[in-house]
């Protein structure tokens, strides 16, 4: 019930946040218009551009999926999470926008992304081939993501841009590098045990 809960929180925190994050660094809307210019709007385009994609909310539904243990708690945890994430999200930008909503329609895309995302969290603590298949889900999809749709809204590169990009590459690499060393390393203490 606890990680149920804290799958819960952590969706509503997170489509709550990302919400506000998008408000506060667009110049049309009436939180981040006073921004303008500051380097607190450069600030929250990089962050806007980090949380509002695809690849972010996946590892939102992983990491729950991971932190739940098993697969059957992942699977539910990670849906959850999504579901609560989508219903604050554009529970907020309602209030913030004034924008009508695609509630139903994303609640329909996050619940069975939800359920194999979870499960997917879940197996990253299982050893082998597996577990390294697990892990490489959310850097890989982060890459993929950045190639075939780049987080980039204007034509022109800017900064915030630029930033945001290298800050995906770096993690993608990073959390790519983690898995494979902890394949590695697992492997060698199996067979030197």
Do not use: C
């Not at 607190?40 to 939102?60: E, R």
């Not at 999470?81 to 609640?107: C, K, N, P, Q, S």
């Amino acid at each position: 019930m606890k990680i149920m809960m804290g799958g819960l929180a952590a969706g509503v925190g997170f489509g709550t946040a990302t919400s506000l994050i998008n408000a506060l660094s667009s110049p049309y809307a009436e939180l981040g218009a006073p921004l303008t210019g500051t380097v607190w709007a450069s600030a929250a385009k990089v962050l806007s551009l980090l949380m509002d994609a695809g690849w972010s909310w996946a590892a939102l539904a992983v990491a729950m999926g991971w932190l739940a243990g098993t697969r059957a708690l992942g699977a539910l945890v990670g849906a959850l999470a999504l579901i609560a994430a989508t219903g604050a999200y554009y529970v907020t930008d309602a209030f913030v926008w004034g924008a009508e909503t695609d509630l139903v329609r994303w609640w329909v895309v996050g619940l069975p992304f939800g359920l194999v995302l979870g499960v997917v969290g879940a197996t990253i603590r299982r050893p082998g081939l597996t577990g390294l298949l697990a892990a490489l889900t959310v850097p890989v999809g982060a890459a993929l993501q950045m190639v075939v749709l780049p987080p980039r809204p204007h034509l022109t590169l800017t900064p915030a841009i630029v930033l945001a990009e290298a800050i995906v590459w770096t993690a993608s690499a990073l959390g790519a590098g983690w898995a494979v060393h902890h394949f590695w390393a697992a492997k060698r203490a199996g067979t030197a045990g």
